[in-house]
């Protein structure tokens, strides 16, 4: 049985999650810190955490950052909660490392199909892309290494969450091609996946912000979608 942990401050939003999560055969708990959620991932680590962004000691994002820079808990997949519907936000909680987030007030059906999405992919083994070998940039490179999960920026590693990977791994696959968002989201989760088109936008935002001055080999094409630049050259 899957186990989910949920970090709330406010009872009546924990019980709620609790009730649909239980409902689905999932085993449930709840903490209303972010302390108390390090302590219980310590102990008993989850299969996926269904953080709150608002907690009143370590918020969210602390909490996330702090989970993603430990060797032993990085892999737990993370859910953010927030009534904060800001961009900055969002792209912050994505940044370090969260898969996906939901705004408050939520529908519970959304919540718990992306948490079921999440906990899907990990057993999928995060992606359906094929392979990419070495992509040369224009002034650099950029390694995307499908097998090992890796991508290095002028030799350097920089880490991705499994979505900014499957995001960047689907457009560098052909260069020049247009993606709809909807495309994107069935190439890195699957066609059964419910997300919204902002999803997209918010990954490949924070996607870009790692990326620095190779940022510019995803292009926007407004109405329409992303591009990985034509001018780029794709070997292996």
Known sequence: MKRVLIVEDEPEIADLIRFHVEREGLAARSVASGKLALDAV???????VVLDLMLPDLDGLEVCR??????DTRGIPILMVSAKGEETDIVSGIELGADDYVTKPFSAKILIARLKNILRR???GDSEVTPAGRVTLRGGSLVIDAERHRVLCEGRPIELTVTEFGV???L???PGFVRTR??????VHGKSTVLTSRTVDVHVTALRRKLGELSECIETVRGVGYRFAEAQTVEG
């Open 42 to 48: 310590r102990h008993d680590a989850p299969d996926v």
């Open 66 to 71: 702090r989970l993603k820079q430990n060797p």
């Open 122 to 124: 990990g057993e999928a």
């Open 168 to 170: 960047l791994h689907h």
């Open 172 to 174: 560098a696959s052909k």
């Open 182 to 187: 909807d495309q994107i989201i069935a190439a």
